[in-house]
């Protein structure tokens, strides 16, 4: 991991704790894994079995909002994959940088998350998100949105939402593929037990 601190974009992880930079994978499902659980897993193995690819993890050590991670917080996340799966680490916090990243690749997420990638306020307005999503487009990205529960406790699949230049971008999954009703904030949150 070391070389990717220094140099590389983008680095493979896998499970035995060999490191490459090359082939990229055709599909990577991103996230903080802050922890991993198996709503993580179950929509990787969802989106592969839809795109006929075997999807890997990704996680950028730079989020739009947050400080780098440190390296050790990063060995930690990684050394979750170690039974699951080839995980890469980027500097890559938006979708544009990761799709100039992995060119051609999909990127598997959850409808909370392609709800944010369609908010205008997070380009500077319509005219930025269009470019932004355009350029996913000319890098031939593909979305594949699984369902979460919304901040009202509904249960939310993908239905568009944009005009149809950006539909063939989007790859929605339906309840009846994916469903799992977990979170990494709420499994960070200490749970208060009974006294007795």
């Known amino acids: 991991m070391l070389s990717f601190f220094t140099s590389d974009?983008?680095?493979?992880?896998?499970?035995?704790?060999?490191?490459?930079?090359?082939?990229?994978?055709?599909?990577?499902?991103?996230?903080?894994?802050?922890?991993?659980?198996h709503g993580h897993t179950t929509l990787a193995r969802v989106a592969a079995a839809r795109l006929g690819t075997a999807v890997h993890f990704e996680l950028s050590?730079?989020?739009?909002?947050?400080?780098?991670?440190?390296r050790a917080e990063v060995e930690?996340?990684?050394?979750?994959f170690a039974a699951v799966g080839p995980v890469w680490l980027t500097r890559a916090a938006t979708f544009v940088q990761k799709a100039d990243l992995f060119p051609?690749?999909?990127?598997?997420?959850?409808?909370?998350?392609?709800?944010?990638?369609?908010?205008?306020?997070?380009?500077?307005?319509?005219h930025g998100r269009d470019a932004a999503l355009r350029r996913l487009t000319a890098c031939g990205s593909r979305l594949v949105v699984g369902?979460?529960?919304?901040?009202?406790?509904?249960?939310?699949?993908?239905?568009?939402?944009?005009?149809?230049?950006?539909?063939?971008?989007f790859v929605p999954l339906t309840e009846a593929d994916f469903r799992a009703d977990v979170?990494?904030?709420?499994?960070?949150?200490?749970?208060?037990?009974?006294?007795?």
């Open 9 to 37: 974009p983008a680095v493979c992880i896998e499970p035995g704790g060999t490191a490459r930079t090359a082939p990229k994978p055709l599909a990577l499902l991103p996230g903080s894994f802050n922890p991993l659980h």
């Open 61 to 70: 050590v730079v989020n739009a909002d947050k400080p780098q991670l440190p």
């Open 76 to 80: 930690r996340r990684v050394a979750q």
């Open 104 to 126: 051609g690749a999909a990127f598997v997420l959850g409808w909370d998350t392609a709800v944010r990638v369609i908010d205008p306020k997070y380009y500077g307005g319509e």
């Open 147 to 169: 369902g979460r529960i919304d901040t009202t406790g509904t249960f939310r699949v993908w239905d568009g939402g944009l005009v149809d230049e950006f539909a063939a971008l």
């Open 183 to 196: 979170s990494s904030t709420d499994l960070r949150r200490p749970h208060n037990t009974p006294a007795g």
